[in-house]
């Protein structure tokens, strides 16, 4: 009667294939982890891009804004001309004018947010207050090339807003991007 064991090679060559599999299911794990921590300020990237997109949008259709208005200070050709303060600044709360990233509220605070405290629920004394002054949100209105009236001015532009900020000890970096005619 023969008895057969496993070898030292296939005992080895088994060793290695696990050890690699659960290296793999390692990084899978941490991977995982740092998504779910840093999803609440990707949260908060997204609602703050698309919160200065409505805001130019309800600018334009409310007239506060004349089409010429809607446009960067400097912006492309360095003499746009607009309303919108070029590069990235502060997230701050909105101006007087009803608008981000325009000069009127470069003197607002810095934006903070409120959160639930270890008891989950909100408007609870235990709610955390969180500063954005890591955010920085850059508001970028373009002439779409070709989009051009019979009065050679351009109907359609696009705007881009770039949320910036930091999720753990990562620079993290949030675009939006739309179209806005003449036309509401």
Known sequence: MSQRGFSLIETAMALGVLTVGLLGAAAVITTGMQKVS?????????QKAAEAI?????????HVLTWAQLRNVLGSSGTDGGIFLDGPLSVRLLGADG???TAVGTTQPVETMVFPGPDQMMLTG??????????????????VA????INGICDLRSITVIVTYKAGTTTRTYSLVTYI????
């Open 181 to 184: 005619s003449n036309y509401s």
């Open 54 to 62: 409505e805001t130019v949008f309800s600018a334009r259709d409310s």
């Open 126 to 143: 235990d709610d955390i207050t969180v500063s954005l002054a890591g955010y920085t949100r850059e508001i970028q209105v373009r002439d």
């Open 99 to 101: 608008l981000f990233n």
């Open 38 to 46: 840093s999803s609440p300020y990707d949260l908060i990237a997204t």
């Open 146 to 149: 070709g989009e051009v009236d």
